[in-house]
């Protein structure tokens, strides 16, 4: 789903204003044109050369201006929601990216196939790949993108660091040259002072990144940058910064033209991150003033000169306490975080960028770029922020979201009935709501997260409700180092849910039960039978029921009394309680209505693989019903010791060897997936008795990796 904002007339290029020499435009057709003396650009048709939400956002905006769009997919991909959006869609290969969406002959081949005229990338795969944005060149081809040359010079991030030191763009202290031998950038990082910060030169999303906090540790992180960085972009060179303590991660749209023209569409404060990656992005950034703003759009612009810069395009800086602000990176694409900057300026940015691709002037003047209003954006991920954010995988039982409008727009490639695949990143949506100033804004955006719900996976949705209703990030005090700082706060130690959500929880199933019982002898055409009906109801005497449910890992007891008037008495431990209530529907949605000791609430009601999913005001509960024993399967975390894959992916690294002992929390291995490294430790100390994977290898969920022995049992 998606919402395009009624742009202002003013946003685009007026077919009034009179053209200039040599230059004649074409207006009221589908098709794009933009004619010079020089030749001509066209894009009837445009390759998306990408997958999931952003694919599906710009197939929207190129079927709002009359261009056809061409998907490509993998295996993986083959029922996806951009597929069936497209107008046409061709297969490159297997489920791995690099056999797939990374496969510029593949991608090429499509684009010659459909006759498209022009090739998105959207963000991540081939963005900014400048061998991809060559070839384009190469093959007549128009990429939606900047030169090549920009990309190269920015992707690499010491080379980006002295261009932008030479326009007079703000660069933070560090090394960034050409020596990459252990000895010299351990001693870099001595002379730029502890802590510091390891960055592989080339990408972005916080790949390749790490911090030494002390001389003792650095060569370990330095190890782990490099080799995530080769994994991620096949080249493993480092650059060492000095560490910011607690600073801001403020960035800057820009925008550049094939005139010559740039603009800056203000900043978006990025800072709340975990893993190195955003989770929630605003625009614009809070108690930044206009002399700072002002300063930020015209460094970004600069910085965007410097290197001829065509399209969208995003400056990076860090921002310290008395904010200033020191260049970071520059990312050469569209950002994920794009649409916080369309919603607080109108405009659609894909639009710009297909205009501008064929040969277009920037719509705006940077004095007809206006800032009004506050936005927000949460990226919904599949994911456990309670085991430090592990990624996760799986299907979409159930998606219902907020209704969207003209302030909130959801950002997804996926719908109920689809999977989260272990292949690519598992953000499932992107959240975007604006109002007229922060505060309504943030009330907006926890109103409509309390609205999206989702049952089948783990996500981060509650995480993202305690994030946006902590006090020091309703103030605006915000920085990279706010989730560690206030951990305590935002993953409270877990308590057993309240006595009365499990009486919801038991009267939802009760009347779910009911429900069925109705159902079924409608459909049977019996007339109603006490004796038959499972309502409770009885001749003359009252029914008590005993029910059994599971919070967490400890079973709860119901003592359920049936009253005559349709109500019940809950008895758990030495409390009872009066509960009623009813359910209602609304599409495929259920709704409960419940009042518990004369407490009305409602609440979204799910009940799928033997769970209860509420959905209440303040946040989601999910009740267990015990499975029976003989029904129940061998816990994979049952294995004779050892340690298993936390998720399906590859084996990077192997530590350990048969026969090694190893203590507890020692690495075992290294793993790949989600786009993420991960490292196995020892569960506890013992012996390799077995290791059952090789490096390259690929291990699925919850299989074992290494069989693992207590000293004591491998001495006998």
Not at 474 to 499: C, M, W, Y
Not at 504 to 510: K, T, V
Not at 637 to 666: H, L, N, S, Y
Request: proline content about 5%; aromatic content about 8%; hydrophobic content about 40%.
């Amino acid at each position: 789903m998606y919402v395009v904002l009624n742009v202002d007339p003013a946003c685009r290029a007026s077919p009034s204003s009179p053209p200039e020499t040599g230059r004649k435009w074409i207006w009221g057709q589908k098709i794009m044109r933009y004619a010079s003396t020089t030749g001509s650009h066209r894009i009837e048709k445009v390759l998306i050369a990408n997958r999931g939400e952003i694919a599906c956002r710009v197939i929207r905006t190129a079927r709002k201006m009359g261009v056809k769009s061409i998907a490509v997919y993998s295996d993986a991909d083959k029922n996806s929601m951009h597929v069936a959006m497209a107008d046409e869609a061709y297969f490159i290969g297997p489920a791995a990216s690099q056999q797939s969406y990374l496969s510029m002959e593949k991608i090429m081949q499509v684009a010659k196939k459909s006759a498209a005229q022009a090739i998105h990338p959207g963000y991540g795969f081939l963005s900014e790949n400048t061998e991809f944005a060559e070839l384009c060149k190469q093959e007549g081809i128009i990429f939606i993108g900047p030169p090549s040359s920009a990309i190269r010079d920015m992707g690499i991030k010491s080379t980006s660091k002295a261009i932008m030191s030479a326009a007079g763009v703000p660069v933070i202290e560090g090394y960034h040259g050409e020596d990459q031998s252990d000895e010299c950038l351990k001693e870099h990082a001595k002379k730029t002072g502890y802590p510091v910060m390891i960055k592989a030169v080339r990408g972005g999303g916080g790949k390749g990144m790490r911090i030494a906090h002390s001389e003792k540790e650095f060569l370990d992180q330095l190890e782990s940058a490099r080799r995530e960085a080769r994994k991620s972009f096949n080249d493993d060179a480092m650059l060492i910064e000095k560490f910011v303590d607690n600073p801001r991660h403020v960035e800057v749209q820009v925008f550049g033209d094939q005139h010559g023209n740039a603009v800056y569409l203000f900043e978006r404060d990025c800072s709340v991150q975990r893993r190195h990656q955003k989770i929630i992005e605003e625009a614009p950034g809070p108690g930044i003033g206009p002399e700072v703003r002002k300063k930020l759009g015209e460094a970004a612009v600069r910085a965007a000169k410097a290197v001829k810069y065509v399209g969208a395009g995003t400056v990076e800086f860090i921002m310290d306490s008395q904010h200033n602000f020191y260049f970071m990176e520059m990312n050469t694409r569209l950002q994920v975080e794009h649409p916080v900057t369309e919603m607080i300026t109108g405009t659609d940015l894909v639009e710009w960028q297909l205009r501008v691709a064929a040969g277009e002037k920037i719509p705006l003047a940077q004095e007809e770029i206006s800032l009004r209003g506050h936005a927000f954006e949460a990226r919904i991920y599949a994911e456990d922020p309670s085991n430090n954010f592990m990624p996760g995988a799986g299907p979409l039982l159930h998606l219902s979201t907020p209704p969207p409008d003209s302030f909130t727009r959801i950002e997804t490639g996926v719908r109920q009935g689809d999977e989260v695949s272990v292949y690519y990143d598992p953000m499932i949506a992107k959240l975007v709501v604006w109002a007229e100033d922060r505060q309504a804004a943030l009330r907006k955006l926890r109103y409509s997260l309390h609205q999206y719900n989702i049952v089948g996976l783990s996500t981060n949705i509650d995480f993202l409700l305690s994030l946006s209703g902590h006090s020091q990030f309703e103030a605006g005090n915000v920085h990279t180092n706010f989730i560690p700082q206030h951990h305590d706060e935002l993953f409270p130690s877990r308590k057993a849910t309240h006595n009365e959500v499990l009486c919801q929880a038991a009267l939802g199933l009760i009347l779910k039960e009911k429900m069925m019982t109705d159902v079924f002898r409608d459909q049977s055409n019996d007339k109603f039978s006490p004796f038959a009906s499972s309502s409770g109801r009885r001749l003359n005497v009252s029914f008590t029921r005993n029910m059994t449910l599971l919070d967490g890992e400890n079973n709860v007891d119901i003592t359920v009394n049936y009253n005559h008037d349709g109500s019940y008495n809950m008895q758990i431990g030495e409390k009872t309680f009066l509960v009623s209530g009813d359910i209602s529907h609304k599409g495929d949605l259920t709704y409960l209505r419940s009042s518990v000791n004369g407490i009305v609430c409602k609440s979204k009601l799910v009940i799928l693989d033997n769970r209860i999913h509420l959905f209440l005001p303040g946040g989601s509960a999910q009740i267990g019903l015990p499975v029976p024993k003989y029904l129940s399967g061998v816990s994979a975390a049952g294995t004779q010791g050892g340690a298993i894959a936390p998720m399906t992916g590859t084996i990077e690294k192997v530590f350990v060897k048969v026969g090694d002992k190893v203590e507890a929390g020692d690495p075992l291995m290294v793993m790949i997936a989600m786009k993420m490294e991960h490292i196995i430790r020892a569960p506890k100390a013992g012996i390799i008795k077995k290791v059952n994977y090789q490096e390259g290898s690929q291990a699925n969920r919850h299989a074992p990796l290494v069989e693992l022995v207590d000293e004591e049992t491998e001495s006998k």
